[in-house]
């Protein structure tokens, strides 16, 4: 497609209107013709005033501070822009229904294009030319949207391990057309579903339960006496979730036609892997591609006495026990720990906090964590920061943490159970990673963002890759770009707008830059904030603990950061996502109705605060 066919579909749109809610592949199919047009009319020489050469100047910086000049926003703004300085169009109307960082942008790109053909634009000094007579509709364009390869069903993909990141990747290939093959060692699901995402929320939701009746339940008018953890059951409903969701995976596959074979993965060449299935039997596979999607593992320190000591547990262990421990020292104060440590102070348990640095939760925003830490002491949690861990002990009661403190000091804490939650490491050692030729980093795959590993035609996703999140969504949509990638699609990864959750009480959320990496980037940066106490369904739903604070380019007004915490913040988040993605101004934020009464508009009232205009609370 050129660029005369570009205006024309923009024309058409323009004149049902649809112009402002293109559909956004429109745009990526015409990404290259616009940035080819773009570098021819930057390369005009002649004439060209020291003006429009600011003004051009300006637009490339722009590139630079809105991440990509080609995004779908601003690729919409700048495509309107070319049709407004080619065909020298300049409709009044359209212009004034942009928001003010629309406006902006479009004039400064029109004005640039036009000053190269030597006619510079004024915005509303110059005179303008009236919209003409509306032009008979160009036929729409053929839609270009790559066909289904032709050759789909012919292609083989072995997908190594059912996580979230190996059953989406291989539902995906299988959806585009690929004769898929599953391998997974031990359970469909993998880590999320069976010892991770799923079961941790499944005992904090009890916790939320008991919580909500122990610390609300007089003042909002419901007494419960007589309120009691039945752990073997808490334990009993988070295994039924788990079977329900692992169960529907299977169904999934089926229905998806995907092989699944029970069996565990190893390469013994490029592209050659030996499979031991459950049977015993060996089986050497290949496939025109291979994605390893085989998650990680919990890590466990060099502490010693720790490995020896039955009471020291890791996630796995504390998710699986068969009693309610009285006291729980958990070594690490990152999302991992700190969840289950809410999970289990709600039941009843003494936890003591054990952290090496000097705060915990590194990924959240200062603010969030300050809130969250408070919130967990008001529940009895002890924290002891930049006490790293000397060695564990024996004890009667079930095992004795040694720490130095942060004084230099010897110092213990006893308690049934040690929790070792000091991360996770990737689970590639059974894979033979240098006969398969994959360069790894200490086991850590190394990808590019189309998940492209050392060796054409291997892929690697989700935990087991080096340098990204680890957590569900990321393999999840890692697994979607391998196949689409291996399928023939464009597909990339980006982690602009991967966000964080930590289900700590109350549940903190965190997508794009803190303000201690807007600071430490040099951005110029304006903060909005918003206390959850001024938002009426928030004082409801939890007495309105918590915050919303976004950060946003002072220059161009443009959600760079969303952080919030407080009821349901896992959720609200997507909007904080969204925004990014969309590369949306705080003015977006403001002029989007958010329902009332809503957790919601706590995000909008934020939005409010960064233009120092907030209506529900002060400036
Ligand atoms: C306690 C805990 C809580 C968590 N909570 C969250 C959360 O709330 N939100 C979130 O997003 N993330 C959370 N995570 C992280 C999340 O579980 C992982 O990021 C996610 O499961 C990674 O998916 P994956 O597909 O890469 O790997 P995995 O889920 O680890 O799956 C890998 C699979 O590969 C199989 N496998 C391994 N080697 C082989 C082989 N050689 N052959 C065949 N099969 C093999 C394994 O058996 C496994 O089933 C949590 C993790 C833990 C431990």
Same mark, same amino acid.
């Given at each position: ?20 809610q293109v559909p956004p592949d ?15 009319? *930057? ?45 020298? *169009? ?9 928001? =003010? ?44 949207? =790559? ?16 996580? =979230? ?40 939701? #009890? ?74 039997? !060996? ?112 004890? #009667?009661?079930?095992? !004795? ?48 963002? !189309? ?26 949509v890692m697994g979607e770009v ?10 990339? *990864? ?7 959750c930590v289900y700590i009480e =109350? ?21 909005? !904030? ?90």
């Open positions: 497609m050129g660029f005369d066919d570009l205006r024309s579909i923009l024309l058409s749109e323009r004149e049902t209107g649809k112009l402002l429109l745009f990526d199919r015409t990404h290259a013709e616009i940035a080819e047009l773009l570098k021819k009319v *930057y390369a005009i020489e002649d004439p060209l005033s020291e003006e429009a050469r600011a003004l051009i100047e300006e637009t490339i910086a722009m590139k630079e501070t809105m991440h990509d000049l080609f995004s779908i926003r601003s690729r919409k703004i700048v495509a309107l822009a070319l049709v407004h300085a080619e065909g020298n *169009y300049y409709d009044r109307e359209e212009v004034k229904r942009m928001l =003010p960082s629309e406006k902006t942008m479009f004039e400064q790109v029109a004005a640039g294009l036009l000053a190269c053909q030597g006619t510079l634009l004024k915005n509303e000094k110059q005179p303008l030319v009236p919209a003409p007579a509306p032009v008979a509709a160009p036929a729409p364009a053929a839609p270009a949207t =790559p066909a289904a390869p032709a050759a789909a069903g012919a292609k083989t993909v072995i997908v190594i391990g059912g996580g =979230p990141g190996g059953y989406v990747a291989a539902i995906r290939a299988a959806q585009l057309g690929a004769k898929v093959t599953l391998i997974e060692k031990e359970h469909l699901g993998g880590t999320c579903l069976n010892v991770g995402c799923i079961p941790t929320k499944c005992l904090l939701h #009890s916790a939320d339960l008991i919580n909500g009746i122990k610390n609300q339940g007089a003042d909002i008018g419901v007494k419960v006496t007589g309120v009691e953890v039945d752990f073997p059951q808490v334990i009993a409903h988070k295994d039924a979730i788990s079977k329900k969701l692992t169960t529907g995976v299977g169904g999934l596959l089926k229905m998806n036609k995907v092989a699944k074979i029970d069996g565990t993965a190893a390469f013994t060449a490029p592209k050659t892997l030996e499979v031991t299935k459950a049977d015993g039997s !060996k089986e050497s596979m290949t496939a025109d591609d291979i994605i390893v999607a085989t998650g990680s593992v919990n890590a466990t320190p060099p502490i010693p006495g720790l490995k020896e000591n039955p009471n020291c547990i890791d996630s796995t262990g504390a998710l699986s026990l068969k009693e309610l421990p009285k006291s729980m020292v958990v070594i690490g104060g990152g999302v991992i720990g700190l969840e289950l440590a809410c999970a289990y102070a709600s039941f009843g348990t003494k936890i003591t906090v054990v952290e090496a640095l000097d705060h915990v939760l590194p990924m959240l925003d200062g603010d969030l964590t300050a809130i969250g830490v408070a919130h967990m002491k008001k529940m009895g949690m002890e924290f002891h920061l930049e006490c790293p861990v000397q060695s564990v002990e024996k004890s #009667s009661v079930g095992a !004795k943490v040694v720490c130095k403190n942060k004084a230099g000091e010897t110092v213990s804490f006893e308690a049934e159970k040690v929790l070792v939650a000091v991360g996770r490491k990737a689970n590639t050692a059974e894979l033979n990673l240098e006969a398969g030729k994959l360069d790894n980093d200490r086991g850590r795959i190394i990808v590019n963002n !189309k998940m492209e590993t050392s060796v054409s035609g291997v892929y690697a996703i989700g935990d087991c890759v080096k340098g990204f999140a680890l957590l569900a969504h990321t393999a999840m391998a196949a689409e990638r291996i399928m023939g699609k464009d597909s990339v *990864y980006d982690e602009s707008t991967n966000p964080t =109350p549940e903190a959320a965190s997508v794009g830059l803190t303000e201690e990496q807007a600071k430490a980037k040099g951005i110029d940066y304006v903060v909005g !904030k918003f206390p959850m106490v001024a938002n009426g369904r928030a004082l409801i739903l939890n007495g309105g603990e918590g915050l919303v604070k976004i950060i946003a380019s002072k220059k161009y007004n443009e959600v760079l950061g969303m952080h919030i915490i407080g009821p349901d913040a896992s959720d609200l988040i997507a909007e904080g996502a969204l925004a990014i993605r969309l590369e949306c101004t705080v003015d977006e934020l403001i002029s989007t109705i958010h329902s009332h009464p809503t957790v919601t508009e706590a995000v909008r009232e934020c939005a409010l605060n960064v233009e120092k205009r907030c209506i529900h609370s002060k400036n």
